[in-house]
């Protein structure tokens, strides 16, 4: 039996009694199964569907981290894989290890991987995607991603502008200076403000910036000034501290 583009085959017609249905091979980039499948016939022109499952062959990438001049390992660079053909991210993000290194199986195909999250003290690694293809041919893929260290440096503090509260999981967007999420633009990194309300963003080299935040605080509205820094050799480290205002509610009261 051969299965037709749709996905279907017929056999031929059989006797009745007792028969066993063995995948003799798989369709390209898929796994044979191993599964043996009973089927019985016992009535006059009957059809028996039996469904088959098969799974995609798979491959491992292995993401390596480096520092671009000592070689040393890297833990805790943070990265998201995502498909090729619709840019749908595969999965949690992945953490470097004290190894400096991260696996993940995927099936066969053509993926992107990028860098999230950078090592402390350390600059973004060149280059925004990493493309991938894991086929017959290119069953394991090593990447070796090399990050380089820095002095420059924003550490931006966001607050309640009333109470002067530090406030945690403010996202904002670092950008080219004159470019802006309004026009669509990319950053060149996102970060969010940790627990202690603050951030610390390192740059690969100095320069004019602006920051716009991309997203409030829970139960506060967003701040859309545009921030502008500028780094340089004289002042390596950049402060910010951006206020955020609470969302006001109207309630309307009938008696």
């Keep these: 039996i051969t299965i037709d583009s749709g996905g279907i085959g017929k056999s031929n017609e059989l006797p009745y009694g007792d028969y066993l249905l063995k995948e003799t091979k798989a369709p390209d980039g ?39 001049e000592t070689q040393e390992l890297l833990a805790n660079a943070v990265f998201t894989v995502h498909r090729s053909e619709d840019n749908v991210q595969i999965g949690d993000p992945l953490v470097t290890g004290a190894d400096g290194t991260i696996s ?43 990050n380089t260290k820095t002095k420059y440096a924003l550490r931006l503090f966001k607050r309640d502008g009333n109470t002067g509260e530090y406030l945690a999981g403010a996202e904002f ?5 004159g470019e802006s999420p309004k026009a669509g633009d990319t950053p060149i990194q996102t970060f969010t403000t940790n627990a202690n309300g603050s951030a610390v963003v390192f740059l690969d080299h100095a320069g ?11 139960g506060y509205q967003k701040n859309e000034q545009k921030y502008s820094v500028t780094v340089t050799d004289n002042e390596p480290t950049v402060e910010i501290v951006a206020d955020n205002t609470k969302q006001l509610l109207n309630i309307d009261i009938h008696k």
């Design 30 to 68: 898929y796994q044979i199964t191993k599964e043996i499948y009973p089927v019985k016939i016992s009535k006059e022109a009957e059809t028996v569907y039996v469904q088959v499952p098969n799974e995609k062959l798979k491959g491992t990438l292995k993401i390596i981290k480096k520092d671009s």
């Design 104 to 146: 993940v199986e995927l099936p066969y195909g053509n993926y992107y991987f990028k860098e999230v999250s950078f090592p402390s003290g350390y600059a973004p690694a060149k280059g925004n995607k990493y493309e991938v293809t894991l086929d017959a041919a290119n069953i394991s893929v090593e990447k070796e991603i090399l």
């Design 173 to 177: 967007g670092l950008f080219k200076e």
């Design 208 to 218: 004019n910036y602006d920051i716009y935040e991309l997203k409030s605080p829970s």
